[in-house]
């Protein structure tokens, strides 16, 4: 068992300045974006997981867990089953635990998988959060914007090309 997770392999190669640039940038506008948005419509569309929602779109642009299907579907997806098993179950131990199981399971069924919206069952429960109009602010009008300002940051530069697919 020990040699399972012992490891072996090596680090993979330090990302390019212009990656690590683009991690800078986007992060500082994805979430500034949608915290000027919270700020201006007086709306709370910030969420805890959409930190980590940055990291993979401005540090992994191009792997399938990054892309706007993803980002989008997996954050709706989740909070989605976090608000019904709220519902059937109240905001207990087990609830939270299967909300976030059932959660990865759909994301895998709907081939939505996103590892931040993971998190957003807890988060429903968590914030108390009252009704399904939560599917509509944060968790769709947050994570929409944050996959426009992807389009412009991961798309500046004639060899840059972002998304890989959108549906």
Not at 68 to 86: D, E, K, Q, S, T
Not at 126 to 153: K, R, T
Request: net charge positive; with cysteine.
């Amino acid at each position: 068992m020990l040699h399972k997770i012992k490891g072996g392999g090596t680090l993979p190669a330090r990302p390019d300045n212009l990656q690590i640039f683009t991690g800078l940038i986007g992060g500082i506008s994805g979430i500034g974006f949608v915290a000027w948005l919270t700020r201006i419509t007086e709306v709370p569309l910030l969420m805890a997981p959409f930190g980590a929602t940055c990291v993979l779109l401005f540090a992994a642009p191009n792997v399938p867990l990054a892309q706007p299907r993803n980002v989008i579907g997996g954050h709706f997806v989740a909070a989605l089953v976090g608000l019904v098993v709220m519902q059937l179950m109240g905001t207990g131990i087990l609830a939270m635990a299967v909300g976030v199981g059932l959660a990865i399971a759909l994301m895998q069924a709907l081939r939505v998988v996103h590892p931040p919206a993971g998190a957003n069952p807890l988060v429903v429960m968590m914030s108390g959060a009252v009704g399904y109009d939560f599917l509509l602010m944060p968790v769709l009008a947050g994570s929409v914007s944050l996959v426009l300002v992807a389009l412009l940051i991961n798309n500046l530069g004639s060899e840059r090309r972002w998304p890989t697919y959108w549906l």
